[in-house]
């Protein structure tokens, strides 16, 4: 398809993330469901449920990975509508596409290798944009923000699933268990500690829930506005093109 688009990594980050997703891809799903004690699955269908996107629609799913929501959003735009599942990783998009592929997801979907920072569609083209815990992993995510409004159509809705700021008194909890515990699991399930290292430090470094939210008005989201889950662990920030 005219979509086909391979971006190279150039910065440091950019090949990092792409050692540690090249280095997960076969085992993302079980450790989705073991480091969150599948509550993932929750704070996904909470998006899917707030999106608000029907029969027939364009729907744009970036950092989409194995593609949970790609899958739900291919039903509910239906044989009308398009699903466009873009990653950055070609072993992330390979996974996602067998994976759809073998739950009979076809027809309306298409997957595309492509940069969030650049996204190789026209002006104008989607009636909503997810990413889920994907913009963390952007080196450069103001510029990722500036070229998902550009895609999306006037009237279109952002959101943004990621890890957050949790409240005060879960933060002990939560450091002893990203910093000790996920690299164990790991390291366990995975031979692999480095990359949950990798997944702890990325989650710190995000910007917490207000300075998202100010992110995106500045790339010229309006009627941003973010809801909490899980005490803060996760955000859903949304925002329009007007
Ligand atoms: N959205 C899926 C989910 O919620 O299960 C996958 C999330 S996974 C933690 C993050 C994904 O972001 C990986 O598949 C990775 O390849 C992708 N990614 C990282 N940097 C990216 C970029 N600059 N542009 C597009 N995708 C990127």
């Not at 790609?70 to 596409?97: C, E």
């Not at 992993?137 to 952002?158: E, F, H, I, Q």
Request: glycine fraction near 8%.
């Amino acid at each position: 398809t005219h979509f086909g688009f391979k971006q190279v990594p150039t910065s440091e980050k950019a090949k990092h993330v792409a050692e540690v997703f090249h280095s997960v891809a076969s085992r993302y799903d079980l450790m989705n469901d073991l480091m969150s004690m599948g509550i993932h699955r929750f704070w996904k269908r909470f998006t899917l449920h707030n999106s608000n996107v029907r029969r027939g629609a364009k729907v744009l799913d970036i950092a989409g990975g194995t593609g949970d929501l790609t899958a739900k959003f291919a039903d509910m735009v239906g044989s009308k509508g398009k699903v466009v599942l873009a990653d950055i990783n070609a072993s992330m998009l390979n996974v996602g596409r067998d994976r759809l592929t073998d739950l009979g997801k076809s027809g309306n979907i298409e997957y595309v290798q492509a940069n969030a920072e650049t996204l190789p569609f026209p002006d104008n083209t989607f009636d909503c944009i997810t990413i889920a815990f994907g913009l963390r992993n952007v080196t450069d995510k103001d510029k990722a923000l500036r070229s998902m409004l550009r895609v999306l159509k006037p009237g279109g809705k952002l959101m943004v699933l990621e890890f957050s700021q949790p409240v005060s008194w879960l933060t002990p909890i939560y450091d002893t268990y990203s910093f000790k515990v996920l690299p164990a699991l790991g390291k366990l399930f995975t031979n692999d500690a480095e990359s949950y290292r990798y997944l702890a430090e990325s989650i710190r470094m995000h910007p917490d829930q207000t300075s998202l939210k100010k992110m995106m008005e500045d790339a010229g989201f309006e009627r941003v506005d973010f809801m909490n889950m899980s005490a803060g662990i996760v955000a859903l920030h949304s925002g329009y093109k007007f």
